[in-house]
C-alpha cells in the first residue's frame, strides 16, 4: 500500500516569507508526527497529532510554527515570517496508534535564503 | 530526561566484513527500541524494533539487535555488509512511557569499501 507522502520534496524560499509543508499519512493512520533534521542530526520532535487535535506540540521552536490536521488524515505544517535557521529537512511520519512504529515520508528539504 | 547516544559518528567497513552500530539509551525504564536507515535524500525506513521479549531481534535485510537491559543497549548487527548497506544508521527510543515522542541519536554514517 501506499506509504508517508510529503509535498513539495524540496522547498526554496525567501526570508520572511509564509511556507506549507505537506504530509498524507498512511490510510487509517490515526497518529502523525512531525520531526525536523538538519544536517548531522537525529530527527527532532516537533508536534504529535491523535485525530484532529495536536496532543503534543511541545516541540515547535516558537509562534511561527503551526501545524494543523483538520480532518484527521492529511496536515499541514506552517512557517511564518521564516528565517535561514529553519533550513532542514521537515518528516512526516504516522502510525496506526500511537507510541508504536512509526512510518516515515521522505521528507521537504526547506531551504531559507 | 531521555537520551540516545550513538557514540560512532562514522564506521568504514570493507564488504563482507561483519558490522556492529552502538545504541546507548538513558531512560527510567524500558522504552521500546527502533533502529531506522536512512539512505542520502530518502525518508527513514524500519530495520527492527523492539518492545519486549526476545532480547535478539531480526530485522529485513539481514540486520539484528540484541537488547542489553543491563547495559541499557541495544546495538545493531550484520555479519555480512553489502555495498548497498551504506547509509545513515539511526536509533531511536519511544514507546508509552517517553510520551508520545521518538528520540534519535545523532546517527551513524556507514562507508562500505569494495
Known amino acids: 500500500g501506499a506509504g508517508v507522502s510529503q509535498t513539495p520534496s524540496n522547498k526554496v524560499t525567501e526570508k520572511g516569507k509564509y511556507v506549507e509543508l505537506r504530509c498524507d499519512p498512511i490510510?487509517?493512520?490515526?497518529?502523525l508526527y512531525w520531526y525536523r533534521q538538519s544536517l548531522g542530526q537525529g530527527p527532532e520532535f516537533l508536534i504529535y497529532?491523535?485525530?484532529?487535535?495536536?496532543?503534543?506540540d511541545s516541540g515547535l521552536p516558537n509562534d511561527r510554527f503551526f501545524a494543523v490536521r483538520p480532518e484527521g488524515s492529511v496536515s499541514t505544517l506552517k512557517i511564518q515570517r521564516t528565517e535561514r535557521g529553519d533550513s532542514a529537512v521537515y518528516l512526516c511520519?504516522?502510525?496506526?496508534?500511537?507510541?508504536?512504529?512509526?512510518?516515515f515520508g521522505p521528507g521537504t528539504r526547506l531551504l531559507v535564503l | 530526561a531521555q537520551s540516545v547516544t550513538q557514540p560512532d559518528i562514522h564506521i568504514t567497513v570493507s564488504e563482507g566484513a561483519s558490522l556492529e552500530l552502538r545504541c546507548n539509551y538513558s531512560?527510567?525504564?524500558?522504552?521500546?527500541l527502533f533502529w531506522y536507515v536512512q539512505s542520502p535524500g530518502q525518508g527513514l525506513q524500519l530495520l527492527l524494533k523492539?518492545?519486549?521479549?526476545?532480547?535478539l531481534v531480526q530485522g529485513i535485510k539481514g540486520f539484528e539487535a540484541e537488547f542489553k537491559r543491563s547495559q541499557s543497549s541495544f546495538n545493531l548487527r550484520k555479519p555480512s555488509v553489502h555495498w548497498s548497506d551504506a547509509a545513515e544508521y539511526f536509533c531511536a527510543v519511544g514507546g508509552p512511557n517517553t510520551g508520545n515522542q521518538f528520540y534519535f541519536g545523532t546517527g551513524t554514517s556507514l562507508t562500505v569499501i569494495p
Open positions: 511520519a504516522s502510525s496506526l496508534i500511537s507510541q508504536e512504529t512509526q512510518y
Open positions: 523492539y518492545f519486549s521479549g526476545d532480547t
Open positions: 531512560y527510567g525504564a524500558t522504552p521500546y
Open positions: 490510510s487509517g493512520h490515526t497518529a
Open positions: 497529532f491523535q485525530g484532529t487535535g495536536a496532543a503534543d
